[in-house]
C-alpha cells in the first residue's frame, strides 16, 4: 500500500485530469500534424473548421475517459485510487502509443487500422510479414516512440505533484471540451481531409472489430428453393455421344492437362490461325473434339472446383477455393486414389495463389507440387500485382519435366496427374527466344509466345508417353481452363465478361484406342469432365457430382455461366443461343452464335418481348444452381464469406495540376455521395511530371455512405475541373484513380468505363482521366442481390 501511495503521490483526481489533458495535447498535435498539409492549403477561413472537426473525435475519446475515471474516483473508496490511476495511465499510454503507429498506418492507407485492413493484408497467409512491419517500423522509430510516451508519463507525475497548478488540466479540458463541440457543429460542412484522417486509430479499430459480419445471411435465397441434388437444368434434353468400344489395351492413366487462359479462338485446331498450338493441333487425330465446350466461370480456381470436383462454383466473387477449402466434394482424385491410382497436381505457378493448395489437397491428390518444388534453368518470372499474390511461374517446360520424373517413379501403378500450365496468366511470361508474330499489341505478342511455349510442354508429354509405351494405356484430356480477352468487347484478361473469348474452351479427350479425329458440337461444360472420366474408366459416378458424362444416354443441352467482377454477369448457352444478363445494370443480351459468332448485334432491342422469357430461363438456372449447392454443401459454413456493410468507400487518387487540383464527384446508383480535392496532385506547370512521382503522390479518400444502400450496383466517378495549358505545354489538370474499395471489395483501374468518349484510359495500375466527364464501375453482387434483381425482372416465374 506504502508504494501505491507514492506513486499518485498528490490527488489522484488531479493525476487523472492531468492525463487526460496531456493525452489530449499528445493527440492534437499528432492530429495537426496529419491535417497540417490540408489546412495550408485551404485558406484561413478554411482551416479553423477543418482543425476543428479532424480534432473533435479525439477530444470526445479523452473527455469520455476522464469522465468515466474521475466519476469513478469520487464514487469508489480511496483504497482504488491507485489502480484507477495505473489504468487510466495504461489506457492513455495504450492511445497515445496507437496514435504513433497510426502515423504510420496513415502513410500506408490514408485511414486508420482496421480489422478489415488486417483480413485484407492477409497477414497468416504471408511469409515476409515481419520483414514488412520492421521496414515500417524501424527500431530508431519504435525506441522514439516509447521514448515520448515515457516522457509524457514522467511529465504527468511531475506537473500533478503540484497542488497551485490545479487549475491547468481543468483550462485545457475545458477548452478541449469547447474545441469539440465546435468541430461537430462545423463537421456537416465538406471537408478536404479524407475522412480516415479525421478518425481516432483507437475508436476506428474497435468499431470495426464490432461491426463485423462474419457469417452471410443465406436464408433468403435458400428459401426459394428446396436443397435437390438432382434439380433439373431448364434446358432441353439431347443424347450423348455414342460410348466407345472397350479398347484392346485396358486405360490405365488420366492425364488432365489445361491450358492457361485459353480460349477457343487462341487454339489451333479450335478457331486458332496463330501457329501457336501445333501440337495441340496434330493430337487431335487420336482424338474427340469438342467444338462447343465451355468454362462455367472465366477464372483460374473456379476451373479446378468445376473440372476436379464436378459442381459449379457458388454464386459468388469468392472462390470456393476460400469459402470451402477443406470441403469433402468426394472430388475426381480422391475417387481414383481410391481405385488405385497414384494421383498428382502439378502448377508451373504458385499454388499458394488463392488457396489451390489447402483445395487440390482436400480434393485428395497425394502430390502437389508448384515451380517452387524445383529449379528451372528455363526461368522462373517473378511478378508483383496491385490485386493479386503468388504470381510467379516457372516456365511450363520444367513442369512437364517434373512429371515425367514423378510417374517413372512407379509405372506399373496406374496414375491420374492433372498439370495447369503458368505462363500465359496475365502479365504472360513469353518464354526464351520469343518470335515475333506481327502483332501491334506487345501483351498479345507475350500471350502468344507463352501459349507457344505451354504448347510445347504438351508436345513433350506426348512424346514421353509415346516413348514409354504409355500412350495407348492413357485417357488425357486436354483443355483450357477459361478464357482470355483481348478488347473484343472492351476489355482485356478473363474475369471481365461471359463472351465467346471468355469462356468458350478448346477440349478434347486423346487416346489412340478410343479416338480417331472425330469431333463433336455437344454443349459441354468444365463440370462435365470428372464424370466422362469415370464414366471412361468404368468407375462409379459419385451422386453428389453436378456434371454427366459426354457419353450419358441423356444430358442438358446446355450451360450455365456467370462472372461476378464486372457487373454481376450471369447467362447461358443453349442450342445455338448465347444468353447474357448484367444484374447491375439490368441488360440483357441475347445472339445466335450460328449467325452471330463475335456476339457483335444483341437480338434483344429487336424483340421487346424477349427479356421475359429469357429472365424466367435465368431465375429457374439460378434457383437450380442454388438447390444444388444447399444440397451439397448442406449446413456446411462458410469460412470467409460475409456480406459487409456498406458504410464507406475509398478512392485511391493522385493527378496533376495546373493552378487548380483535380476537384472529384462521386455518385452511387444515382445518389450523391460527396466529393474531394486531391491535395496530394504534383503541379506539371512548368515540368512533365514523371510516372514515379504521380504514384508517390496517391492518397485514399475515404467518403461516408450517408444513406442506406442495400444492393448498389453502379458507381459514377465525374473529374469536375480539367485544364490544359494548350499547344506544347507542359500544365495539364489531370485525375488518376488507381482503385476504388466499397462493401469489402476492391475495384482497379481496369474496371472503369467512360461515361461519355474520350474522358479517360487505362494507364498502367491507374485509370487517367484526361478530361472532364465521368466514368462507372458495376459493382459486385451477391446471391441475394442477384436473385432480388432476378426478382424484380420475374416477379411471377
Known amino acids: 500500500m506504502t508504494r501505491e501511495i507514492k506513486l499518485i503521490k498528490g490527488n489522484p483526481i488531479s493525476f487523472l485530469l492531468w492525463i487526460g489533458a496531456i493525452l489530449a495535447i499528445f493527440l492534437l498535435a499528432l492530429r495537426l500534424y496529419v491535417v497540417s498539409p490540408y489546412i495550408l492549403d485551404a485558406g484561413y477561413s478554411l482551416s479553423l473548421p477543418i482543425a476543428l472537426y479532424s480534432f473533435a473525435e479525439d477530444a470526445l475519446l479523452v473527455l469520455a475517459a476522464v469522465f468515466v475515471f474521475v466519476t469513478l474516483s469520487r464514487s469508489l473508496p480511496k483504497k482504488f485510487s491507485g489502480v484507477l490511476v495505473g489504468l487510466f495511465a495504461s489506457f492513455s499510454m495504450i492511445t497515445a502509443g496507437w496514435g504513433l503507429v497510426n502515423l504510420v498506418a496513415l502513410k500506408m492507407l490514408n485511414a486508420p487500422l482496421t480489422v478489415a485492413w488486417v483480413r485484407y493484408s492477409d497477414i497468416g497467409n504471408t511469409d515476409v510479414i515481419l520483414d514488412s512491419l520492421r521496414h515500417l517500423l524501424p527500431l530508431s522509430s519504435v525506441l522514439a516512440g516509447v521514448a515520448v510516451l515515457v ?78 441434388l438432382h434439380k433439373e437444368w431448364p434446358f432441353g434434353k439431347v443424347a450423348g455421344l455414342e460410348r466407345p468400344e472397350g479398347p484392346s489395351t485396358k486405360i490405365r492413366n488420366v492425364i488432365v492437362f489445361a491450358y492457361e487462359s485459353t480460349p477457343a479462338k487462341q487454339s489451333q485446331g479450335f478457331g486458332g490461325v496463330m501457329p501457336v498450338t501445333p501440337n495441340l493441333l496434330a493430337s487431335l487425330s487420336n482424338g474427340l473434339a469438342f467444338d462447343r465446350a465451355y468454362a462455367h466461370v472465366p477464372a483460374s480456381n473456379y476451373f479446378l472446383v468445376s ?16 469459402t470451402h477449402p477443406d470441403f469433402d466434394f468426394n472430388a475426381l482424385p480422391k475417387v481414383l486414389n481410391a481405385a488405385g491410382f497414384r494421383t498428382g497436381f502439378f502448377n508451373s505457378s504458385d499454388n499458394r495463389f488463392q488457396n489451390t493448395d489447402t483445395f487440390v489437397r482436400a480434393a485428395g491428390f497425394e502430390t502437389v507440387k508448384d515451380y517452387r518444388d524445383w529449379v528451372c534453368e528455363a526461368g522462373v518470372y517473378e511478378f508483383t500485382s496491385v490485386s493479386e499474390k503468388f504470381l510467379n511461374t516457372s516456365s511450363d517446360l520444367c513442369t512437364v519435366e517434373k512429371i515425367t520424373d514423378w510417374i517413372d517413379q512407379d509405372r506399373d501403378q496406374p496414375f491420374f496427374v492433372t498439370f495447369r500450365t503458368g505462363m500465359t496468366h496475365y502479365p504472360y511470361f513469353p518464354g526464351e527466344n520469343p518470335i515475333d508474330f506481327g502483332v501491334e499489341d506487345e501483351n498479345y505478342g507475350n500471350y502468344l509466345n507463352a501459349l507457344r511455349v505451354g504448347d510445347q510442354a504438351f508436345g513433350e508429354l506426348l512424346t514421353y508417353l509415346g516413348e514409354a509405351g504409355l500412350m495407348d494405356e492413357t485417357l488425357i484430356v486436354v483443355m483450357g481452363d477459361h478464357g482470355e480477352a483481348f478488347g473484343e468487347h472492351g476489355t482485356y484478361v478473363h474475369a471481365a465478361g461471359i463472351y465467346e473469348e471468355n469462356v468458350h474452351i478448346p477440349l478434347a479427350l486423346i487416346n489412340p484406342q478410343l479416338f480417331d479425329g472425330a469431333r463433336s458440337n455437344l454443349i459441354v461444360g468444365l463440370v462435365d469432365v470428372a464424370p466422362t472420366i469415370t464414366d471412361l474408366m468404368g468407375l462409379e459416378t459419385p451422386e453428389t457430382w453436378q456434371g454427366n458424362s459426354f457419353f450419358a444416354p441423356s444430358r442438358p443441352n446446355g450451360v450455365m455461366l456467370f462472372a461476378p467482377w464486372n457487373g454481376f454477369l450471369i447467362g447461358y448457352r443453349e442450342g445455338d443461343e448465347k444468353v447474357i444478363y448484367n444484374a447491375n445494370s439490368d441488360e440483357l443480351e441475347v445472339y445466335n452464335l450460328r449467325e452471330n459468332p463475335g456476339e457483335l448485334v444483341s437480338l434483344a432491342p429487336q424483340s421487346p418481348n424477349i427479356k421475359a422469357s429469357k429472365m424466367e430461363t435465368l431465375a429457374e438456372m439460378v434457383a437450380t444452381h442454388r438447390s444444388y449447392i444447399d444440397a451439397l454443401l448442406g449446413g456446411e459454413k462458410q ?33 450523391d455521395v460527396g466529393g474531394f480535392t486531391v491535395t496530394s496532385a504534383i503541379s506539371n506547370e512548368f515540368r512533365e511530371v514523371p510516372s514515379e512521382e504521380i504514384h508517390a503522390a496517391l492518397e485514399k479518400f475515404v467518403l461516408p455512405l450517408e444513406q442506406e444502400l ?43 468505363r467512360e461515361l461519355k468518349a474520350r474522358v479517360g484510359h487505362n494507364a498502367g495500375e491507374y485509370y487517367r482521366f484526361s478530361r472532364s466527364g465521368g466514368a462507372y464501375v458495376d459493382l459486385y453482387l451477391d446471391q441475394h442481390c442477384l436473385a432480388e434483381a432476378l426478382e424484380t425482372e420475374n416477379p411471377n416465374p
Open 710 to 752: 442495400n444492393c448498389p450496383k453502379r458507381l459514377e466517378i465525374y473529374f469536375l475541373n480539367d485544364n490544359w495549358g494548350g499547344e506544347g505545354k507542359t500544365g495539364d489538370t489531370d485525375l488518376w484513380v488507381r482503385s476504388v474499395t466499397i462493401g469489402g471489395s476492391v475495384y482497379h483501374s481496369t474496371r472503369f
Open 151 to 228: 516522457s509524457l508519463l514522467l511529465l504527468t507525475r511531475f506537473a500533478a505533484r503540484n497542488e497551485r497548478n490545479s487549475y491547468i488540466p481543468k483550462a485545457i479540458l475545458s477548452a478541449v471540451a469547447i474545441a469539440m463541440l465546435g468541430g461537430f457543429v462545423v463537421g456537416h460542412q465538406p471537408s478536404p481531409v479524407p475522412s480516415g484522417k479525421q478518425r481516432n486509430p483507437l475508436v476506428a479499430f474497435t468499431q470495426s472489430v464490432f461491426s463485423e459480419n462474419e457469417s452471410a445471411s443465406l436464408e433468403r435465397l435458400a428459401s426459394k428453393v428446396e436443397p435437390d
Open 307 to 322: 473440372a476436379i470436383a464436378s459442381a459449379i462454383p457458388e454464386l459468388s466473387s469468392v472462390s470456393t477455393t476460400y
Open 639 to 671: 469460412t470467409m464469406v460475409s456480406r459487409p456493410t456498406l458504410e464507406t468507400m475509398t478512392i485511391a487518387a493522385s493527378g496533376t495540376y495546373l493552378q487548380e487540383r483535380p476537384k472529384v464527384w462521386v455518385k452511387l446508383d444515382g445518389v
